[in-house]
């Protein structure tokens, strides 16, 4: 059973910035491939950056690629996801996930087994 925790969420001004981290427990962290979604109140779920168990491939979203990076520290068992140029679109609930095994795409919420509590990240325009 793999526990995550995320942290470093908070309140921001418009094209500031954020790093949050999501740290694992429980498991071998560096096989699983790790990746954050967020979710606003009244929307669904929706992904937003994935990484690969060796760090070697990377996904976003088109919404936050050039202004996210996701990075992952296995010998800390650690993943970040580095946001910058905030928009107050951007404002949700920032989840952390792991997959132990991706059968189609890493970007699907069902590819994955295990998540976080979430932190909230709020841009104020």
């Known amino acids: 059973q793999v526990q995550l925790v995320e942290s470093g969420g908070g309140l921001v001004q418009a094209g500031g910035s954020l790093r949050l981290a999501c740290a694992a427990s429980?498991?071998?962290?560096?096989?699983?491939?790790m990746g954050w979604f967020r979710q606003a109140p009244g929307k669904e779920r929706e992904f937003v950056s994935a990484?690969?168990?060796?760090?070697?491939?990377?996904y976003y979203s088109g919404s936050v690629k050039g202004r996210f990076t996701i990075s992952r520290d296995n010998a800390k068992n650690t993943v970040y996801l580095q946001m910058n140029s905030l928009k107050p679109e951007d404002t949700a609930v920032y989840y952390c996930?792991?997959?132990?095994?991706?059968?189609?795409?890493?970007?699907?919420?069902?590819?994955?087994?295990?998540w976080g509590q979430g932190t909230q990240v709020t841009v104020s325009s």
């Open positions: 429980g498991g071998t962290f560096s096989t699983y491939v």
């Open positions: 990484i690969s168990w060796s760090g070697s491939t990377t």
């Open positions: 996930a792991a997959a132990g095994y991706v059968r189609s795409s890493p970007m699907k919420v069902h590819e994955y087994n295990y």
